[in-house]
């Protein structure tokens, strides 16, 4: 029997450094994966951390997934520590499936590390015509701000441009920009996010804060216009400052309860994103009914509706050829606000394609406001100037 100071020496000598040792890591040499239909790759997987003899035996790995039958199965396999071992990724059918190591020793660090995300796609052709038909949704959505931009200029007039479309506009996409540049570029924040979803992607790229970043300089110049030239007797409404006061009052309290640590600063950011859905589903009311209630679309560029309905449906068209190509139609119906956004801006942007064309079309305003409402402010005024000349000459004797 031990004496007490010799089991002392075993608990530290022996003990001990299993607990106080370096992490032991599984890590896969892919974290994301994009296969044909019968296509494989390999992977490899192996681990780091500490060199204790007491995980010299061989350690075996269970794959499992979620999402069967996109793979072909997996055997189990062993590793010992320092070594590594390779398994093969066979694609049987269209879909999304995360296939993850798990070792039989729980010490062992897997979750965020030892796994692999595994899109399988029907078609490459029909992958390549998603991505060139993601970027040109892009573009026709960053250039519909210009149209805009240009015909105030042109006129040197902002009336016809609804002030509350373009209140509700402005901070709908300096939230959006806080969203993304939270997660794209605050390493704190990215963090909290992989915390909750460790074998997640960070759902912000760089052209989604390029976006956020560029509409909202366009917004800025766009009032700046309505600034220095001529607006008529056009101001935000009441019900549209109620509206951004309590934005404002619910953010602000927001903002206070994260500071305070109630409240994650990456739930903050996704209460900014959930502001951005709910103005994205109410700013356009303001200006078609404004131009319902001039009977005219003068001062309303139809060149941005066109370029952000090419846009909208596009993206649409984007998400139909991904869902097919990837056999994955709940990332449709399955997540129905994103999808359900675009329809609603489409639906929007074809009632402004037919005030335009249709029911307003040519149509001067009904409802003077104060200011040159006209197309074109100087042809207008020279016809007036002719016609009064014409009436005021002397008749010829008959």
């Given at each position: 029997?031990?004496?007490?100071?010799?089991?002392?020496?075993?608990?530290?000598?022996?003990?001990?450094?299993?607990?106080?040792?370096?992490?032991?890591?599984?890590?896969?040499?892919?974290?994301?994966?994009?296969?044909?239909?019968?296509?494989?790759?390999?992977?490899?997987?192996?681990?780091t951390g500490s060199q204790d003899d007491g995980l010299s035996d061989?350690?075996?790995?269970?794959?499992?997934?979620?999402?069967?039958?996109?793979?072909?199965?997996?055997?189990?396999?062993?590793?010992?520590?320092?070594?590594?071992?390779?398994?093969?990724?066979?694609?049987?059918?269209?879909?999304?499936?995360?296939?993850?190591?798990?070792?039989?020793?729980?010490?062992?660090?897997?979750e965020s590390t030892a796994f692999v995300r595994v899109d399988v796609?029907?078609?490459?052709?029909?992958?390549?015509?998603?991505?060139?038909?993601?970027?040109?949704?892009?573009?026709?959505?960053?250039?519909?701000?210009?149209?805009?931009?240009?015909?105030?200029?042109?006129?040197?007039?902002?009336?016809?441009?609804?002030?509350?479309?373009?209140?509700?506009?402005?901070?709908?996409?300096?939230?959006?920009?806080?969203?993304?540049?939270?997660?794209?570029?605050?390493?704190?924040?990215?963090?909290?996010?992989?915390?909750?979803?460790?074998?997640?992607?960070?759902?912000?790229?760089?052209?989604?804060?390029?976006?956020?970043?560029?509409?909202?300089?366009?917004?800025?110049?766009?009032?700046?216009?309505?600034?220095?030239?001529?607006?008529?007797?056009?101001?935000?409404?009441?019900?549209?400052?109620?509206?951004?006061?309590?934005?404002?009052?619910?953010?602000?309290?927001?903002?206070?309860?994260?500071?305070?640590?109630?409240?994650?600063?990456?739930?903050?950011?996704?209460?900014?994103?959930?502001?951005?859905?709910?103005?994205?589903?109410?700013?356009?009311?303001?200006?078609?009914?404004?131009?319902?209630?001039?009977?005219?679309?003068?001062?309303?560029?139809?060149?941005?509706?066109?370029?952000?309905?090419?846009?909208?449906?596009?993206?649409?068209?984007?998400?139909?050829?991904?869902?097919?190509?990837?056999?994955?139609?709940?990332?449709?119906?399955?997540?129905?606000?994103?999808?359900?956004?675009?329809?609603?801006?489409?639906?929007?942007?074809?009632?402004?394609?037919?005030?335009h064309y249709c029911l307003y079309r040519g149509n001067l305003p009904?409802?003077?406001?104060?200011?040159?409402?006209?197309?074109?402010?100087?042809?207008?005024?020279?016809?007036?100037?002719?016609?009064?000349?014409?009436?005021?000459?002397?008749?010829?004797?008959?």
């Amino acid at each position: 029997m031990f004496s007490w100071h010799y089991r002392i020496f075993f608990l530290f000598g022996y003990i001990l450094p299993f607990c106080v040792g370096d992490e032991i890591v599984l890590h896969s040499s892919e974290q994301s994966a994009n296969l044909l239909l019968d296509q494989s790759q390999d992977v490899t997987f192996y681990l780091t951390g500490s060199q204790d003899d007491g995980l010299s035996d061989a350690i075996t790995l269970y794959f499992q997934d979620d999402n069967n039958g996109i793979l072909k199965p997996i055997d189990n396999t062993t590793i010992n520590q320092g070594g590594n071992v390779t398994v093969t990724l066979t694609a049987v059918k269209a879909g999304h499936v995360i296939v993850t190591a798990v070792p039989s020793i729980k010490n062992i660090s897997f979750e965020s590390t030892a796994f692999v995300r595994v899109d399988v796609m029907k078609s490459k052709a029909i992958d390549t015509f998603s991505t060139v038909v993601g970027w040109v949704y892009f573009v026709a959505w960053s250039i519909s701000f210009y149209p805009q931009i240009i015909e105030n200029f042109r006129r040197k007039s902002v009336i016809g441009l609804n002030f509350d479309f373009l209140a509700l506009n402005v901070v709908g996409f300096s939230l959006y920009g806080c969203f993304n540049i939270g997660l794209f570029w605050i390493p704190s924040i990215q963090d909290e996010y992989f915390e909750n979803h460790p074998q997640g992607v960070n759902p912000v790229q760089a052209n989604d804060v390029f976006f956020a970043i560029h509409a909202v300089f366009a917004c800025i110049i766009t009032i700046i216009q309505c600034k220095l030239y001529q607006k008529g007797s056009q101001r935000v409404s009441r019900i549209c400052l109620g509206i951004l006061g309590g934005i404002f009052i619910f953010l602000v309290i927001s903002l206070i309860c994260s500071a305070a640590n109630a409240l994650s600063w990456l739930d903050f950011l996704y209460f900014c994103s959930y502001v951005k859905l709910g103005i994205t589903l109410i700013k356009y009311m303001p200006q078609a009914f404004m131009n319902y209630r001039r009977k005219s679309t003068v001062g309303w560029s139809i060149g941005n509706i066109l370029l952000d309905f090419t846009g909208g449906a596009l993206s649409i068209l984007q998400m139909l050829l991904i869902s097919y190509n990837n056999d994955d139609w709940a990332s449709i119906f399955g997540d129905p606000t994103k999808f359900g956004l675009g329809f609603f801006s489409i639906l929007f942007d074809i009632l402004f394609i037919v005030q335009h064309y249709c029911l307003y079309r040519g149509n001067l305003p009904h409802q003077e406001l104060e200011g040159h409402n006209r197309k074109d402010s100087e042809d207008s005024e020279d016809s007036a100037a002719s016609a009064r000349n014409h009436q005021h000459s002397p008749q010829p004797d008959v």
